[in-house]
Nanobody
Framework: QVQLVESGGGLVQAGGSLRLACAAS????????MGWFRQAPGKEREFVAA????????HYADSVKGRFTISRDNAKNTVYLQMNSLKPEDTAVYYC????????????????????WGQGTQVTVSS
């Protein structure tokens, strides 16, 4: 089992940047594919970005492609989400998630592919 703790959220003006971090407990972090999701008020939780176990593969939602970058440091048991050129529509609670399953084109974007979730961190982008 793994516990996930997000940090780095906050209030930022449109066009600004934030870097989220998700620290994982345990010694097997490198055995998990990792993902970031977000949920805005009144909306369903949606996929943002995912990264394979080694970090060699990444995928992004179309809405954040070119602005957000997911990365991981397996030595530090941490996954990051660098968010640039933020827009008001990026406002949401951001969650990191860990998957024990196979990382593939058919799974990385599905909430049901992830076994463990963090508590979330609020990101608010003002216009």
């Amino acid at each position: 089992q793994v516990q996930l703790v997000e940090s780095g959220g906050g209030l930022v003006q449109a066009g600004g940047s934030l870097r989220l971090a998700c620290a994982a407990s345990g010694r097997t972090f490198s055995s998990y594919a990792m993902g970031w999701f977000r949920q805005a008020p009144g909306k369903e939780r949606e996929f943002v970005a995912a990264i394979s176990r080694s970090g060699g593969f990444t995928h992004y939602a179309d809405s954040v492609k070119g602005r957000f970058t997911i990365s991981r440091d397996n030595a530090k048991n941490t996954v990051y989400l660098q968010m640039n050129s933020l827009k008001p529509e990026d406002t949401a609670v951001y969650y990191c998630a860990a998957s024990t399953g196979t990382y593939s084109s058919g799974t990385y974007y599905r909430r049901t592919s992830y076994d463990y979730w963090g508590q979330g961190t609020q990101v608010t982008v003002s216009s």
